[in-house]
């Protein structure tokens, strides 16, 4: 059995904060535990707004705080983000998130995270080993 909690893990090199400064994740459960995903809890910074398209990942993002709204750029709808909302980019959705209040997400990737990923020029993940 795998038993952490966030505060612990938030001391930890699980903690990452973004170079950019929109936002931070504490990487719960990452590749090397083998769940077969990753589960992060990610705060992003009131204010932010950034590009993203996880080529390589599909994401699951369920809001447990905050305010905000997720944006496709295929078809430029835009959807709010409030507690209890779950958005799924199941079809590696090219998108814009935008934090009106602080977010706090906890988000969860398949395939998992090996927690040393950094976003790319185009707003992705690449396919890292351990």
């Known amino acids: 059995?795998?038993?952490?909690?966030?505060?612990?893990?938030?001391?930890?090199?699980r903690r990452i904060v973004s170079p950019d400064g929109n936002w931070e994740s504490t990487?719960?459960?990452?590749k090397n535990d083998n769940m077969g995903y990753s589960?992060?809890?990610?705060?992003?910074?009131?204010?932010a707004d950034f590009h993203m398209h996880y080529k390589n990942h599909l994401e699951s993002?369920?809001?447990?705080?905050g305010e905000g709204e997720v944006e496709t750029i295929a078809d430029g709808k835009k959807y709010?983000?409030?507690?209890?909302?779950?958005?799924n980019l199941n079809l590696h959705d090219e998108h814009?998130?935008?934090?009106f209040k602080e977010l706090k997400l906890a988000c969860v990737f398949n395939p998992p995270v090996t927690g040393k990923e950094v976003h790319n020029a185009d707003g992705a993940y690449e396919l890292l080993e351990e």
């Open 96 to 99: 814009y998130l935008r934090a």
């Open 39 to 47: 589960f992060h809890i990610t705060t992003i910074y009131a204010g």
């Open 61 to 65: 993002v369920y809001c447990i705080s």
């Open 27 to 30: 990487r719960l459960l990452l």
């Open 80 to 87: 709010p983000i409030t507690p209890g909302t779950l958005y």
């Open 1 to 13: 059995m795998i038993v952490r909690t966030l505060q612990e893990a938030e001391k930890s090199d």
